[in-house]
């Protein structure tokens, strides 16, 4: 069965360094997400992607974070100068066609800040 | 303020029972509402989706009711095993906020 797989699945940065989180999803779904979870809260939508554009982003995806489509395969989140705050699960997810519908996530990168 | 709600105590059953986990919101008008698992460090699996003009939608053992006068789902696993045990979220798109809003989960433990 097709997957979203995420790397790295562990990632430890210092503060105020960049660091880019990877990601390929479902070859033929159109709509791409990032997503964060700190531990024990409540999943955060951060910023959704189609047509090689952000669709729509939350409060959360300030200047330093950036998305990239560099190819037909990869999606990336870019955080530029990280925070201690910035810790927490990253999911990656698409959907086929339907913006918000059916979102199949990968398992995760893990970004720790120190 | 919008605020979706999920059962904040943990549900503990016995295997063969009927689990029963409920999501409520306040001041969304939803299109539709999607329930996921979670399992520990793992990203959320899709379940279920109910749209605003349906009443219950099954799949398998799992039955979603969605009442948009009480603001309310209802989430049944039927026959639960303790393969179950998992956290369940619910997730609401509001169409004008163009995302998905996420509960805190409920975790269910299915006993042996």
């Known amino acids: 069965e097709p997957e979203v797989t995420q790397t790295p699945s562990h990632q430890v940065t210092q503060m105020g360094q960049e660091v880019i989180l990877r990601c390929v999803p479902i070859?033929?779904?159109?709509?791409f997400y990032w997503y964060r979870q700190i531990l024990g809260q409540k999943v955060e939508f951060l910023v959704s992607f189609y047509n090689n554009e952000i669709s729509e982003k939350s409060e959360i995806f300030d200047d330093q974070f950036s998305v990239e489509r560099p190819d037909g395969s990869n999606f990336t989140l870019k955080i530029r100068s990280t925070k201690l705050e910035d810790s927490a699960m990253y999911f990656c997810?698409?959907?086929?066609?339907?913006?918000?519908?059916?979102?199949?996530f990968g398992s995760g990168t893990q970004l720790s800040v120190l | 303020s919008q605020k979706i709600e999920q059962n904040s105590e943990a549900l503990n059953i016995q295997e063969g029972k009927t689990a029963t986990l409920t999501c409520n919101y306040t001041?969304?008008?939803?299109?539709?509402l999607q329930w996921y698992r979670q399992d520990p460090g793992r990203g959320p699996v899709f379940l279920l989706l109910i749209r605003e003009n349906e009443k219950e939608k099954r799949k398998e053992r799992l039955k979603v009711t969605f009442d948009t006068t009480l603001k309310q789902s209802l989430f049944h696993i039927t026959a639960s095993q303790p393969a179950d045990s998992a956290t369940y979220l619910c997730a609401l798109y509001a169409g004008n906020n163009r995302k998905l809003i996420w509960g805190l989960g409920t975790s269910l433990a299915v006993n042996p």
């Open positions: 001041n969304y008008s939803p299109a539709y």
């Open positions: 070859s033929n779904h159109l709509y």
């Open positions: 997810a698409s959907s086929v066609d339907k913006e918000g519908e059916k979102l199949f």
